[in-house]
């Protein structure tokens, strides 16, 4: 009978137990793997822009002479009409006549400055003047008046003896003015105008209606200048009461600058006035040349403005909460990337609108979270940027979401690196 050889029953489970904790330690280390393996980020996608529109501009000009138009601070807006040739200015050249002076005697707004002593050579400027039918005021002998009072009888009376007498106060002779006024208009870039003598009266006195636009904005940077052109009536010593001989002044936020009158020229003005327009202030400049008369030009004037103001319009870049980009987890629906703040900006006339949107690489966030940007590029405007923010937060799905759903979304290069 042959021998049975028994195994003990302690060596027929030690493999099964081997194999039972293998099992179990692959159980374990499968769980922790799913439960550890960081998630790649969210998925990020941008949504269409759809851009503002506006309509194209309707600006009315008159069909005669030389006319420009611009709001400071948009030069979209700058237009013209007629012909674009130096004609004469008349009396607006007494605003470049006010800038020269107060270059080489300056003044500031509530100061009266030196006296000017008006001299023989001076009074007679009024016989002078007043031969050739151009616009004076009393000046009698031994008068002495401020700087100021003089630049009210020549800015607002147009009082050409007043202009050429402050030219000679400041420059010594007619000749020293002219190279002053010269070097004046070079340097501020008024290529196409010329200045022979400071009053105007001379059809030698040129520009252009742009050039004139450039005029008007430094006037109204002066403040001197645009106190005094702004006043409506004074009371001058010696002089006696005084108007504006600008007759628009005053209406419809016309605020100054200068009219002018001559055969050669016709009727002009240098004009400015301000609007409010979207929560700001707005001023329009512009100049008309070549009129019939003042009273039709200042209605073409009126038109005009009145155009220019209402072709203004505020565009709007985004609502606050508007959706520019999704991020997809795949654990949780849809997170959009959305505007921290509303943006909008005042425009003149048609303007091209395009946004850029950025977004971060993200696997969790809060809600309000920073998460990118989107920068509007605006024709014509400095570029506006507005911040992304979560609407929701992207939380971490938990343990029992990555077990049972193992290795799903997860950084796979790294999960195989680490």
Partial sequence: MPNVVRRPRSAIRRPVTAAVIAVLLLVVAFLVAAAVVPFAPATASTATYRPPTASAAD?????YGATA?????????????????????????????????????????????????????????????????????????NLRLSEYRAFQVMLMKSANNYAGSLALWAFGSMDGYR??????????????????EPTGLDPRNTSTATDL?????????????????????????GVGDIENSNKLLGMDGVEGIKTGTLDEAGACLLFAATYQRGGRTVTVIGAMLGGVDHDSLDADVRK???????????????NAGQTFGTYQAPWQEEVDATASRAASLLVWGPTDVTAKTSLEPLTFGSAGERVGAVRFTVSHHDPVTVPLRLDRSIEDPGVWWRWSNPFRGVELDRALVG
């Fill in 179 to 196: 190279k002053a006024a010269a070097t004046w208009l070079d340097a501020h870039g008024l290529d196409d105008t010329t200045i022979m």
């Fill in 69 to 141: 138009v611009e709001a400071d601070g948009f030069p979209e807006s700058l237009t013209t009409s007629g012909d674009r040739k130096a004609r004469s200015i008349a009396s607006i050249s007494k605003v470049v006549t006010a800038l020269v002076v107060l270059e080489e005697k300056p003044l500031q707004p509530g100061e009266q400055g030196p006296d000017v002593r008006f001299t023989p050579e001076m009074e007679a400027l009024y016989s002078q003047y007043a031969a050739q039918n151009g616009e004076v005021a009393p000046l009698p002998s």
């Fill in 304 to 318: 005009l403005l009145h155009s220019v103001a209402d072709d203004f319009h505020t565009i709007t870049l985004t």
């Fill in 59 to 63: 600006v009315r000009f008159p069909d």
């Fill in 213 to 237: 636009v450039d005029l008007g904005k430094l006037a109204l940077a002066d403040p001197l200048v645009k106190q005094v052109v702004g006043t409506a009536k004074a009371t001058v010593p």
